[in-house]
């Protein structure tokens, strides 16, 4: 098993994308720490992993609050006491009902017209609360567990962080500045970091996933799916266990001399 015996943290590992790394990281023989902001969706997947014969704690908390993420970590390392993988992936989408009605009606004008008319109105109408927790969720929240994180993996000069980012930071998303401003962030804050902790030992990577068929996207209207699967070649949305998959490459022996990369997988949605 290529992760037999390793520590590893998954944030928003509730559901979706961070759930599917969690039990594909289980299966492979990791110890995982399970978070999310939602206790019961934490604990849900810890016995979906013992279940399944592995091992895993639940250690629910607000990635965005630096004084929960510090208690969090006390409380797996007492346990465990290392950490080996780091995977912060823990996000969430806000769109403003008006917004949700404009992208229906944008979206359904391109699929019928091809030349859209309706404005977003998104930028020009977020409220300041909107914008600063998505930015605490996702880049906060990724600060505030790299830095934990960082503290354990330099004393033992080896470890894998691995950022969710998306493509919504490389190649920027209408209707949604919030979310392509962390995104981005997180991006430029991983190249960062692994430039710092490279003669450490500990690689920092980041994946910008596509669109994936998620909880996270469970509010989509059809129109709005038909339109993402059309602007992606391979003409379909990606599954969480591909994400996975990726994340397991990241942190596997196999990617020794990988860091500060970006891999998205994203159906040739950016080329």
């Not at 209408?174 to 490279?198: H, L, Q, R």
Request: proline share 4%.
């Amino acid at each position: 098993m290529q992760l037999d015996g390793k520590v590893a943290l998954i944030t928003g590992a509730g559901s979706g994308i961070g759930r599917a790394i969690a039990l594909a990281f289980a299966r492979e023989g990791a110890m995982i720490a399970v978070n999310d902001i939602r206790e019961d969706a934490a604990q849900q997947v810890v016995d979906e992993i013992g279940g399944a014969g592995g091992r895993a704690m639940a250690v629910p908390a607000d990635v965005a609050d630096g004084r929960a993420v510090l208690k969090m970590f006390t409380r797996f390392l007492t346990v465990w006491d290392t950490l080996d993988i780091a995977v912060n992936n823990a996000g969430t989408v806000f769109l403003a009902p008006h917004v949700a009605a404009n992208f229906e009606r944008l979206a359904n004008e391109r699929l019928t017209t091809g030349r859209p008319s309706t404005p977003l109105d998104a930028t020009a109408t977020m409220e300041d609360g909107i914008w600063r927790r998505t930015l605490a969720i996702h880049l906060d929240g990724t600060f505030h567990c790299t830095r934990e994180a960082l503290k354990v993996m330099q004393v033992r000069r080896r470890g894998k962080i691995i950022n969710m980012a998306s493509i919504a930071g490389t190649t920027g998303l209408a209707g949604s500045p919030d979310y392509c401003a962390a995104k981005g962030g997180i991006i430029a804050f991983t190249k960062s970091v692994a430039k710092e902790v490279a003669h450490l030992g500990i690689q920092v990577n980041a994946i910008a996933p596509g669109f994936i068929d998620t909880p996270l996207l469970g509010e989509l209207t059809p129109a709005m799916r038909m339109l993402f699967v059309a602007q992606t070649p391979m003409g379909r949305m990606g599954t969480a266990e591909e994400i996975a998959a990726a994340a397991l490459y990241l942190a596997s022996p196999a990617a020794d001399f990988v860091t500060g990369q970006v891999l998205s997988p994203n159906g040739g949605f950016a080329i």
